[in-house]
């Protein structure tokens, strides 16, 4: 397809857009951050912008649609008026007084509208143009800043790199003082240079304590100092005093003069980085410079779509299927084709190996955050309810393990209340495992202890209605979703641990929606500083929602989650902010109820 002027002169001065970061990187890691914080922000506006001119796509292909449908509707009527023309000039010849034109306007009216959707959709197909060049654009605004990130990102290292190595260049004089209980067949001079000795030891000690304090990575560099060798050497010593003191200990006192000269790789090992940081690009000792032999295995892809298009590690490939020849190790695999969702997947190949994808057309899905709420029969209202919609999303302690969700659902605004639990209950009298057992159990110095006559109504603290129901077990939750279910006309069941986390994460990489540090008296847990900690539940929306709208899912109770080992997510008000959050889990038999135990509904959305 050929691009419009517009399209063409945007993609002609796109070409001098892309090297826009194409300059020199600070050096110092102060610099460095504050370069990284300059271009995230940038990022994260370049992506809105992609992010809008990819919506402005799709509207503009949905006009095209549209016009292309309009036109196969006009191409049949104008045929039906063209046969009717054609009817009546045949009968013309029969009877030459016939008035034929009404058949002749219709025909000439029908044509016009043939002729003005053709340029509708030649105008429409080249604005798609203009817009698709300047997505293309935009695309490669946010890949260039990905790649500068990447740039600062390895630049950062080896500036921490070079910022320790200065650092442990260093010398420095210490009085040291030692005092030792020389064994009684030790002569006098044996005794002191003994002491003079150990002296030195504990002087080589103090100094190896100092230069690692006085690092800017301290904390970093004591983890790992058993890793790192910092080469201290004692250039001289003296001894300013000696002698026994008390009859029986001979103390010495020295200066003494300390060097360190860490090798280079030194500082890698004290930060915990590749050794290749503390080298220049290229430059390393023998165990970097020494060639490797690595295996290559063959890799064969395959899609259920014609003319996909195959991108591995960055490289192109063509369409599926095809055979790839690559080392063994990870590699990260992307399949894309347009109007259908890409596929991609990391994977570590040890052999020969074919990996097959799938890739669903898009559909008309609702937008991520959108909240509704079912009707109930009975004029009542299901839960609140907020749509989660497929992606790319990142699970798992700090945000490591990179999920494709392939679906569309929608997850409810908080834990169901004990107002919403109340009303299953009297509508089904369902009596609840901790009912029938007359025990629910709760955490008490440490243990889990039964507290006998106590379920959901009674937990052992003071509730209101729209406190979480706790006390409730999975088969008690599934009970109340089998009937939400059954009044709704809708399908509702317990979410995925997966689908849990990515929508407690709202899109987020931290360990907490707002961050990777626990704010207190942001939410209720056990030492978080609100009225409710280590007390009781706290009414659902005491505290302020994730970015989509959910509240609770960092604390207050934890919700069952549909895994059959029975797996709980979210913390609760009497366990540490640690277990908060998002990754964190808690392992309950299926059948047991908990004080500190509740759940939140999913509904399926089609």
């Known amino acids: 397809m050929r691009l419009g002027l517009p399209s063409l002169l945007i993609a002609l001065l796109s070409v001098n857009s892309i090297h826009v970061w194409a300059e020199a990187l600070p050096t110092t890691v102060v610099g460095i951050e504050d370069a990284l914080f300059t271009r995230h922000s940038e990022l994260k506006v370049a992506r809105e912008q992609r992010d809008e001119q990819h919506a402005a796509v799709n509207t503009q292909k949905a006009t095209l649609r549209q016009l292309n449908k309009n036109a196969r509707r006009l191409d049949a009527e104008l045929g039906k008026v063209k046969t009717d023309l054609a009817r009546d000039y045949q009968r013309i010849i029969d009877d030459p007084t016939l008035d034929i034109t009404a058949t002749q306007q219709s025909y000439q009216q029908a044509w016009a509208k043939v002729k003005q959707n053709q340029v509708q959709r030649l105008d429409a197909q080249q604005q798609l143009e203009e817009k698709e060049s300047q997505l293309a654009q935009k695309q490669a605004a946010v890949d260039e800043l990905m790649q500068s990130i990447q740039e600062l990102e390895t630049a950062k290292l080896r500036a921490r790199a070079d910022r320790l190595k200065k650092e442990l260049r260093h010398q420095e004089t210490l009085k040291v003082s030692f005092t030792n209980r020389c064994q009684s067949s030790m002569t006098l001079a044996q005794c002191d240079q003994q002491t003079r000795d150990l002296g030195l030891q504990k002087a080589v000690k103090q100094f190896q304590t100092r230069l690692i304090d006085s690092t800017s990575e301290a904390q970093i560099a004591r983890q790992h100092l058993s890793d790192a060798s910092l080469n201290i050497h004692v250039l001289s010593h003296h001894v300013t005093e000696s002698g026994f003191y008390d009859g029986m200990r001979y103390r010495t006192v020295l200066d003494v003069a300390l060097e360190s000269r860490a090798p280079e790789r030194a500082a890698c090992q004290l930060l915990g980085l590749d050794t290749k940081y503390c080298f220049a690009p290229g430059v390393g000792d023998s165990e970097l410079s020494a060639q490797k032999e690595i295996a290559w295995v063959s890799l064969t892809v395959r899609s259920n779509q014609y003319d996909d298009h195959v991108t591995i590690d960055g490289v192109s490939y063509g369409s599926t299927p095809l055979e790839v020849m690559l080392p063994v190790g990870k590699h990260t695999v992307m399949i894309a084709k347009e109007g259908y969702r890409s596929f991609q997947q990391e994977i570590n190949i040890q052999s020969d190996q074919a990996l097959r994808a799938n890739l669903y057309e898009y559909e008309n899905r609702l937008k991520a955050g959108e909240r509704f709420a079912d009707s109930v029969k009975g004029k009542l209202k299901a839960p609140d309810l907020v749509a ?69 109504r009674n937990p052992g603290f003071k509730q209101t209605a729209d406190s979480p129901a706790v006390c409730i077990s999975r088969n008690d939750a599934q009970a109340y979703i089998n009937w939400l279910s059954q009044r709704t006309g809708f399908h509702y069941r317990l979410p995925s641990e997966e689908e849990w986390e990515i929508a407690a994460r709202a899109g987020k990489h931290t360990q907490y929606w707002w961050g990777d540090e626990f704010r207190a008296g942001e939410a209720n847990t056990g030492w978080s500083g609100t009225p409710w900690s280590n007390i009781s539940t706290a009414p659902v929306k005491s505290f302020a929602p994730n970015p989509i709208g959910l509240y609770d899912t960092v604390g207050n109770v934890w919700q069952w989650t549909n895994d059959p080992r029975g797996v709980a997510k979210g913390g609760a008000w009497n366990f540490s902010p640690d277990m908060a959050a998002a990754h964190q889990q808690l392992f309950i038999e299926p059948s047991a109820s908990a004080n500190y135990v509740g759940f939140r509904v999913v509904r399926t959305v089609k």
């Open 388 to 456: 989660v919609t497929p992606g790319q999303y990142y699970i798992g302690e700090n945000a490591s393990h990179q999920v494709h969700l392939d679906h569309a659902f929608a997850i409810g605004t908080t834990p169901i209340t004990v107002g919403q639990f109340e009303t299953f209950i009297d509508r089904t009298q369902y009596q609840t495992d901790a009912e029938l057992k007359n025990t629910c159990t709760t955490i008490k110095d440490s243990d889990i202890t039964a507290i006998a006559k106590s379920y959901w």
